[in-house]
């Protein structure tokens, strides 16, 4: 990461408590790789040398969040840490209802089996796949409207994690406004790759759902990574604080639900914040029966101190530059490698498409799974296929109906590598590409119903 000066940026903290991690010999690895199926969700972490699986709930902690750790108020009603976290979330989401829960889908399951049921329709620039998973529970509909030059992985967009408005304005037109749920924006756009959200885009948001009298959800665990983006990228948001711009884009909602587990830098938590009194009620009622009192929400004190904390270090403009160019950093090395990235890169994962990687791997082999073992076997890294092995489909001849792309991500958690880390991890992309000719693929001996990548099993051809 070079700055104006071209000196490196070196991560903006220093260590004071370590997790030693372990590596191992290629010849272990193969073998427990083996053992698992080719399926890196069933390794043991003791066994991974460097964690790229997910950015959620995997984050480190500061010394501020552990000393506040120790000042958590475990009472059951009306806690200290309970107003501290209120107080927190209110000034960042100019909502009046603040309701805490035990994670992003908690909050979600709340608000969406309110507001949804047979015959209702959400509409979103990608539903994220926990909040499409509630919404159909409750039989209703979850429709992504993204702008189709934003699915090119190569195109070159500041925001590629927008909803596209006209397709939004016509999907309303079609099903008539009464219809219509909510509009749900994922700021940054997780399922499209981290790509940023423009503010110009959710004020276009508002002005529809204005004018057509529906309500605005903003799914924004990722809101200070989007912040960033808005003031390198949009000339009107420069001068602002990253703080001040997320807190102009939540006032543009009637809702807001966050996974804790990404900007509110803290390993388990959520929030369900809402601006309608009646509704908040509602909410508050399904709280107390599933995940607890209305100020605790099925954390404890000291989980709610800790996200206090995080909630304001996160927007630390040495904390998110360091994050947002780390993960570029590592994306502008690979791509410089010659290793095909999705282009821009995003505020929170670099994403490969193994396709281009491996072009004589066809797509019912699982090129990205293939790259997924490789680079564990290679290099202990684990990472995720997010491809057909993901959401791949049968036709009615059971032949595989595969997915748009077929891509890899490596998801960085926050403030837990060091940029040698991410080197070593650059490094053993030199391995993968000179043995890529002699790559094979895979094929499905066990697969779930239901979200199959978590425990799908896969056996070696050839
Ligand atoms: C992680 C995530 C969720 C779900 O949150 P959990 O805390 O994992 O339940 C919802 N939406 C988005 C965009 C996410 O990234």
Not at 14 to 31: C, D, F, G, L, Q
Not at 169 to 180: D, K, P, T
Not at 334 to 357: E, F, N, Q, R, S
Not at 423 to 440: G, N
Request: glycine share 8%.
């Amino acid at each position: 990461m070079k700055t104006t000066k071209n000196r490196t940026l070196a991560e903006p903290f220093r260590i004071k408590m370590v997790e030693p991690v372990t590596m191992t010999t290629e010849a272990y690895r193969e073998e427990v790789l083996k053992q698992c199926a080719y399926n890196p969700f069933l390794l043991h972490s003791k066994d991974v040398f460097i964690d790229l699986l997910t950015d959620s709930g995997t984050g480190a902690m500061s010394d501020r969040q552990w000393a506040g750790m120790m000042m958590g108020d475990e009472s059951y009603a009306g806690a200290k840490s309970w107003l501290h976290l209120e107080n927190v979330v209110k000034e960042l989401s100019g909502m009046p209802y603040i309701l805490p829960t035990h994670q992003g889908r908690a909050a979600e399951r709340i608000l969406y089996s309110i507001l949804g049921g047979k015959g209702k329709v959400f509409i979103s620039n990608t539903h994220f796949d926990t909040t499409r998973a509630n919404i159909e529970f409750t039989g209703a509909t979850a429709i992504d409207v993204m702008p189709l030059e934003a699915r090119d992985p190569n195109i070159d967009l500041p925001f590629k994690g927008n909803i596209d408005t006209q397709a939004l304005e016509a999907l309303i037109a079609q099903h008539g406004a009464n219809a219509i749920a909510a509009v749900i924006m994922t700021v940054t756009n997780n399922s499209a790759g981290g790509q940023p959200v423009s503010m110009q885009n959710v004020k276009e948001v508002r002005r529809i759902c204005d004018q057509h009298k529906l309500m605005l959800v903003i799914d924004g665990c990722r809101v200070a990574e989007n912040s960033y983006f808005i003031k390198q990228r949009e000339t009107a948001y420069a001068h602002m604080t990253y703080e001040a711009i997320a807190q102009e884009m939540l006032r543009l909602a009637d809702a807001f639900v966050m996974s804790a587990k990404k900007d509110g830098l803290v390993n388990m938590g959520g929030l369900l914040c809402l601006k309608d009194e009646a509704l908040s009620m509602q909410c508050t009622n399904l709280l107390i029966i599933s995940e607890g009192f209305a100020t605790y929400g099925g954390l404890s004190g000291r989980d709610m101190e800790a996200m206090a904390i995080g909630l304001k270090e996160v927007f630390d403009p040495d904390y998110l530059h360091y994050r947002i160019r780390s993960t570029a950093y590592l994306g502008e090395h690979l791509k410089a490698k010659g290793i095909p990235v999705v282009w821009p890169i995003g505020g929170h994962a670099v994403y490969i498409d193994a396709k281009a990687l491996y072009p004589h791997i066809p797509v019912h082999e699982y090129p990205g799974q293939v790259l997924v073992c490789d680079l564990y076997t290679l290099g202990g890294i684990r990472c995720v296929e997010v491809g057909s092995v993901m959401f791949g489909k049968y036709d009615a001849d059971h032949q595989l109906i595969p997915a748009q792309n077929e891509l890899v991500r490596l998801a960085i958690p926050r403030r837990v590598y060091t940029q040698s880390h991410v080197d070593y991890v650059i490094d053993v992309f030199d391995d993968i590409l000179e043995r890529r000719d002699q790559k094979r693929g895979l094929k499905i001996t066990y697969e779930p119903p239901f979200l199959r990548h978590f425990t799908a099993r896969f056996e070696k051809l050839y």
